[in-house]
């Protein structure tokens, strides 16, 4: 009997909710295609559920001259969905890239994204 009260007890709580994930400020890291690794830089500004600010990549290859890099910085704009976001931003010469990213427990933001057949991977956190 006392097993079938406690299990009525905890069965009928309510669920606990989850705090709302705020992903405005500044966010450093790095993208990736296998072992090549580049630093960039996602400032965000949220207003539930939407994000929008800026990306910079620095040492984005460009077409031209072999090993040439220059800095990106372009508008990101999203949509936050739980603790996940799908961003969107126009990389020069190829297009719309579109990434997803999950904010895990610790506050990193990691993901992966791309344009056309190039997936990127992202390991994003807030400067300290």
Do not use: C, N
């Not at 895990?104 to 056309?116: A, H, K, M, R």
């Amino acid at each position: 009997m006392l097993i079938v009260v406690t299990a009525g007890l905890v069965l009928g709580r309510p669920a606990v909710g989850q705090e709302p994930v705020v992903l405005t400020g500044v966010w450093e890291g790095t993208w990736f295609m296998g072992k090549y690794e580049e630093p960039l830089e996602l400032h965000l500004t949220q207003a539930h559920p939407h994000v929008v600010g800026r990306i910079t990549l620095w040492s984005y290859p460009t077409s031209g001259a072999a090993g040439a890099v220059s800095t990106v910085r372009v508008a990101v704009a999203g949509r936050v969905e739980g603790h996940r976001v799908q961003l969107t931003w126009a990389m020069p010469e190829q297009g719309q890239f579109q990434a997803e990213l999950t904010l895990l427990p610790q506050g990193t933001l990691i993901g992966y994204g791309g344009v056309g057949t190039l997936t990127t991977g992202f390991d994003l956190h807030r400067p300290r």
